[in-house]
């Protein structure tokens, strides 16, 4: 590849990244360090640290996202390892990915009608004679809609590393006298751990700044860093206590990324 060839495909990506990514995140961090009055102070980042109403959120956040990707990751992997053996694969994997495509307030909306008092759960309760419950509202309720609305983007990583597998190492296992649970705890669940660690970025870490799903599903229950981002910015208008937060979640981000990144394949090369 020539230079010129190599500066042509590297000017589009570079002015993408830098005002889709780069300018985004310095206007947040830039708009952290200004108070309601437009002074520029450090009293955003003071009055989070010490404020035990902001901590309980984060702990929350953390709490929640690490639920959602708990019960994410055990239904994903064996559903993933399932689709795998199927003769038509690629078609059960569209079926997977197919609710993707539709957009998550007509999903939540969707779960609304399924929860509510007269919804499709409660008269099943009722038929089987258990009485109509208190369904939507929870935070049974937020987990098991985010669950779901998350599990897509855990299955397709590890479905694809599950792909790459080699299977003369599966065939070697079980040759050598490995049971089919040791060869898993051996050799598959080891290889396709990679898939698992993007799956866990892929789903905990939009997950910690949830904030649709805790209005529509907690119904204002379920508090977040992503509902106080919401508040500060469409409600108190306190953009530079909203983008505190916002730097606190991108941290706590960045920290997930590196504990999640596959750092042997680095050291490899």
């Known amino acids: 590849m020539t230079k010129r060839n190599f500066w042509g495909y590297f ?6 990244l830098g005002l889709f990514v780069i300018a ?4 947040i961090v830039y708009q952290s360090f200004f108070n309601l009055d437009h002074q520029f102070t450090f009293a955003n980042y003071a009055d989070y640290f010490q404020s035990g109403v902001y901590l309980k959120m984060t702990l929350n956040s953390v709490w929640y996202a690490f639920l959602i990707t708990l019960f994410t990751g055990l239904i994903s992997y064996p559903t993933a390892y399932v689709l795998h053996q199927l003769k038509h694969r690629q078609l059960w994997l569209l079926l997977v990915i197919l609710p993707t495509w539709i957009n998550i307030l007509l999903k939540a909306y969707a779960f609304i009608g399924l ?15 258990v009485g109509p ?6 935070n049974a309720s ?9 599990i897509p983007f855990m299955i397709l990583p590890i479905y694809n590393a599950l792909d790459d ?23 598959i669940f080891p290889l396709t751990l990679p898939g698992v660690k993007a799956g866990i970025q892929a789903v905990f870490i939009p997950s910690l700044s949830l904030f649709m799903l805790t209005r529509l599903i907690g119904g ?8 106080a981002i919401e508040e500060h910015f469409l409600t108190t208008m ?20 590196q504990l999640t990144t596959d750092h042997t394949k680095g050291a490899a090369k």
Do not use: C, E
């Not at 929860?115 to 004679?129: K, P, V, Y």
């Not at 080699?166 to 065939?171: G, I």
């Open 220 to 227: 204002n229950k379920v508090i977040t860093l992503g509902t």
């Open 142 to 150: 937020f987990i098991f809609v985010a669950t779901y609305i998350q």
């Open 133 to 138: 419950h208190q369904l939507l509202f929870t």
């Open 11 to 16: 000017v589009p990506y570079g002015l993408w």
């Open 115 to 129: 929860f509510s008092q007269d919804g499709l759960a409660n008269t099943f309760l009722r038929f089987i004679g």
């Open 238 to 257: 306190n953009w530079g206590m909203g983008s505190t937060i916002g730097v606190v979640l991108i941290v706590a981000m960045i920290i997930v990324m």
């Open 24 to 27: 985004p995140v310095a206007l």
């Open 165 to 187: 597998l080699n299977p003369a190492l599966v065939n070697a296992s079980r040759d050598l006298g490995a049971t089919h649970w040791q060869t898993f705890r051996h050799v």
